[in-house]
């Protein structure tokens, strides 16, 4: 098995703050398919959820505050899920809470170094 990162991906433009009850069948949402990815014995690392504010270190020593207006999309949070290949990652991303309110699922292969 591999793992993977799945990164979940919101415009900018698009968040409000939902009402508690929203959030509450949101959070339900989310717990419904993480679970479901943790009863196949796939979930590597628990999803972890990011605030939305944040600062950039730049190269040149420069620190700015975020979220920032340049982006399109803000980086909501991630998990790591264990999976025979790309397909199968993709396959467990489907379903993602995310996708329903226009966000996107990012699917990367956590680099392992090959034995010598």
Do not use: N
Not at 31 to 55: E, H, N, P, V
Not at 85 to 90: G, H, I, Q, R, T
Not at 91 to 106: Q, Y
């Amino acid at each position: 098995m591999k793992e993977f990162v799945i990164l979940f991906r919101q415009p900018t433009g698009s968040y409000q703050k939902p009402l508690p009850e929203a959030m509450e069948a949101l959070e339900k949402k989310w717990a419904d398919w993480t679970g479901g990815i943790a009863a196949q014995g796939k979930l590597a690392s628990q999803g972890i959820r990011l605030a939305y504010d944040g600062r950039v270190l730049k190269s040149s020593g420069v620190v700015t505050d975020g979220p920032f207006a340049e982006l399109r999309e803000i980086l909501g949070g991630f998990m790591v899920v264990r999976a025979a290949d790309y397909d199968e990652a993709v396959t467990l991303a489907h379903g993602c809470p995310v996708l329903e309110t226009g966000g996107s699922v990012e699917i990367r292969p956590i680099y392992q170094e090959s034995p010598a």
